[in-house]
């Protein structure tokens, strides 16, 4: 099954880079992500940086930018199989979570 979460961010357009990394840019404000880093600055200066997106602790092992449109962004973050604590000791599948970044 795949989560969605739900990021709120104003911005008009976005240029894919390489390496899974965007970057969202509005006015005098500017939204970049590069593998799962998630940084938001305002007239240049830095006002928001994630080093990492955590769930139950763990890192996401890979992502991948599904699509990108002129108002949302959509990735998909593989989890190890951990980050669900309710689980059978079978199910040892990782889990994929579905990241939305609205502008």
Do not use: C
Not at 4 to 31: D, G, R
Not at 39 to 64: A, M, R, V
Not at 95 to 102: D, K, S, T
Request: charged share 20%; glycine share 2%.
């Amino acid at each position: 099954m795949i989560k969605k979460i739900h990021v709120f961010i104003i911005a008009l357009s976005w240029l894919a880079l390489p390496s899974l990394a965007a970057q969202l840019t509005y006015q005098n404000s500017q939204l970049n992500f590069d593998n799962g880093k998630l940084q938001i600055l305002k007239d240049g200066k830095t006002i928001i940086d994630l080093q990492d997106i955590l769930l139950n602790y763990q890192s996401g092992k890979t992502w991948q930018l599904t699509s990108a449109t002129q108002d949302k962004l959509t990735l998909v973050a593989s989890f190890s199989d951990q980050v669900e604590m309710y689980k059978s000791i079978y199910d040892t599948a990782d889990r994929q979570v579905e990241f939305e970044i609205m502008f």
